[in-house]
C-alpha cells in the first residue's frame, strides 16, 4: 500500500490524481492533501478520502480549515502554510507525493520531496525549468525516483530505453548514459497547438481569457491552458526535456499535432521512431507514474484509431507564437535565465488573466524582461527565489512603464 501526498489536490491534476488512486484502494492511499485557498473544496475531498493530514497553504486559512475538519467529523488533522507543506511533502505520511501545485509556487515542496527520498511524480514543471539541476541533486542526494506526469514527458519516459530499476537518477542528466550513447538522436515534443492554432498575429489582438482557456482537446487550470495558448507551454516543456533526459536543445524540436494522441516520440539512430499514443487524459500519465514499473486501469477509454482518423503533424508558427523560440534563448542563455522566463511568464499570464494585458504582448513582456536581466550562474535555491522575486518586480515595472 503506497502513501500518497497530493499537493495541487484541489486543481486538475490533483483530481485525475485522487480518480485513479480511488479506483485502486488495494494499492494506494491518499494520505496527505493539499491546497493553496480552496478550503471547501479540500475538505470535501478529505471527507471522501479520509488523509491523516489536510494542508492549506495560505496560513491565514488554518482555523477556517480546522474548524471545517472538525465540523465534517472527520479524523483528518490541519495544517497551514508553506512550511508545512514542505513538513508534509518530505516527512513520514507519504512515500509518494504528486507534485501538482501550478507555477514558481511549487518549487520549494518539490525540493522538499526530492531531498526527502520520495518518489516524486512531478506535473509542476515551473519547478524543473527553474531550478532543473538544483532538482536532480537533491533527487540524487535523497535516493528516490522522479517521474514526470507532464504528458509529454511522461510518454517520452515510456519511448526511452530503460535500464533494469528505470526511473531513478541513473536516468538523469549527469547519472544516466549519455542519450548519444543509448542511440537517441532526437526527442519531438508534440503540441496541440492551442486554441488558436492557424491565426496570425491580426486575429490574436483582442482575444480574451475565455477564448484562450478553451482549450480544443485537454480541460486544464487556467494558467496552463494560457500557457498552451501561447505555445510557452511548449517552451516550458523544451526545457523541461533538457534537463529530465540529458537532451540538448538542439536534441528536442517541438511538433504540431492537433489530434493530441500522440504525446510525444523519440527518434533513434537507425532511423526508429518510438511514440507513445492514448486518448488526452491525464489519467493515463498518473496511472502510469503511480504503479511504474507496473500497468493498472485509469478508467481512460481505450483509443479507437479507426474513429480517431487522419493524424496531422506541422511545425510551429513561431512567428506569432513567439514564446516558443523565448523559451529556447532561456535554455540556451543558461543559468538563471530560465527562472527569470517563467517569472515574467507567470506575472503576464496573471495579468492577461485579470484582463489588464494583451495576449499578445504576454510575449512581448518577457522578451522584455529577459532583456533586462543578464543570465547569471545559479548560486542555490536562496539565489533562484531572489531571481525569482527580482524578474517578477521587474515584469510588473515593465508592465507599469508600458515596456519601455
Ligand atoms: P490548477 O490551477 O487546476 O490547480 C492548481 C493547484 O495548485 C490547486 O490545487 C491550487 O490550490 C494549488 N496551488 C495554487 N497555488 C498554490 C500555492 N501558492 N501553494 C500551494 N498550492 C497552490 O492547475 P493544474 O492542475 O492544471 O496544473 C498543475 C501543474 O501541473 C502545473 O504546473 C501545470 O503546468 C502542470 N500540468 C498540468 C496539466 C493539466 O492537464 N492540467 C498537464 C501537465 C502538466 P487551490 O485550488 O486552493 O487554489
Request: net charge neutral; hydrophobic share 50%; glycine share 8%.
Amino acid at each position: 500500500m503506497k502513501k500518497i501526498a497530493v499537493l495541487g489536490a484541489t486543481g486538475s491534476i490533483g483530481a485525475s490524481a485522487l480518480a485513479v488512486i480511488a479506483r485502486h484502494p488495494d494499492r494506494f492511499r491518499a494520505s496527505v492533501l493539499a491546497a493553496h485557498r480552496k478550503v471547501d473544496e479540500l475538505v470535501a475531498l478529505c471527507a471522501r478520502f479520509r488523509p491523516d493530514l489536510a494542508v492549506i497553504a495560505d496560513a491565514a486559512l488554518e482555523t477556517a480549515l480546522r474548524d471545517q475538519l472538525a465540523a465534517a467529523g472527520l479524523p483528518t488533522r490541519a495544517a497551514a502554510g508553506m512550511q508545512a507543506l514542505n513538513q508534509a511533502a518530505s516527512g513520514e505520511l507519504c512515500d509518494t507525493v504528486v507534485g501538482a501545485i501550478v507555477g514558481a509556487a511549487g518549487l520549494e515542496s518539490t525540493l522538499a520531496a526530492a531531498r526527502a527520498g520520495k518518489r516524486l511524480l512531478l506535473a509542476n514543471k515551473e519547478s524543473v525549468v527553474m531550478a532543473g539541476a538544483l532538482l536532480l541533486d537533491a533527487v540524487r542526494a535523497g535516493g528516490g525516483e522522479l517521474i514526470p506526469v507532464d504528458s509529454e514527458h511522461n510518454a517520452i519516459f515510456q519511448c526511452l530505453p530503460h535500464p533494469p530499476r528505470a526511473v531513478d537518477v541513473e536516468r538523469l542528466p549527469g547519472g544516466r548514459p549519455d542519450l548519444v550513447e543509448a542511440g537517441v538522436r532526437r526527442i519531438l515534443l508534440t503540441a496541440s497547438g492551442g486554441p488558436f492554432r492557424g491565426q496570425g498575429r491580426a486575429d490574436l489582438a483582442a482575444v480574451t481569457p475565455a477564448q484562450a482557456c478553451a482549450h480544443p482537446k485537454w480541460n486544464m487550470g487556467r494558467k496552463i491552458s494560457v500557457d498552451s495558448a501561447t505555445l510557452m507551454n511548449k517552451g516550458l516543456e523544451v526545457i523541461e526535456a533538457h534537463w529530465l533526459f540529458g537532451a540538448t536543445p538542439a536534441q528536442i524540436e517541438v511538433v504540431v499535432h492537433p489530434q493530441s494522441l500522440v504525446h510525444s516520440l523519440v527518434e533513434y539512430a537507425d532511423g526508429s521512431v518510438l511514440a507513445q499514443l492514448g486518448n488526452p487524459d491525464m489519467r493515463t500519465a498518473l496511472a502510469h507514474a503511480l504503479a511504474w514499473p507496473r500497468r493498472i486501469e485509469a478508467g481512460v477509454a481505450a483509443l479507437d484509431l479507426v474513429q480517431s482518423g487522419a493524424l496531422q503533424f506541422e511545425a510551429p508558427d513561431r512567428d506569432t507564437f513567439r514564446c516558443l523560440d523565448l523559451a529556447y534563448r532561456a535554455l540556451a542563455a543558461g543559468g538563471t535565465a530560465p527562472t527569470v522566463l517563467n517569472a515574467a511568464n507567470e506575472v503576464a499570464v496573471a495579468a492577461f488573466l485579470k484582463g489588464s494585458l494583451p495576449f499578445l504582448a504576454i510575449a512581448e513582456l518577457i522578451e522584455a524582461t529577459l532583456d533586462a536581466i543578464s543570465a547569471e550562474p545559479v548560486g542555490g535555491i536562496e539565489h533562484l527565489i531572489h531571481v525569482d522575486l527580482t524578474a517578477r518586480r521587474m515584469a510588473q515595472r515593465k508592465m507599469r512603464q508600458g515596456f519601455c
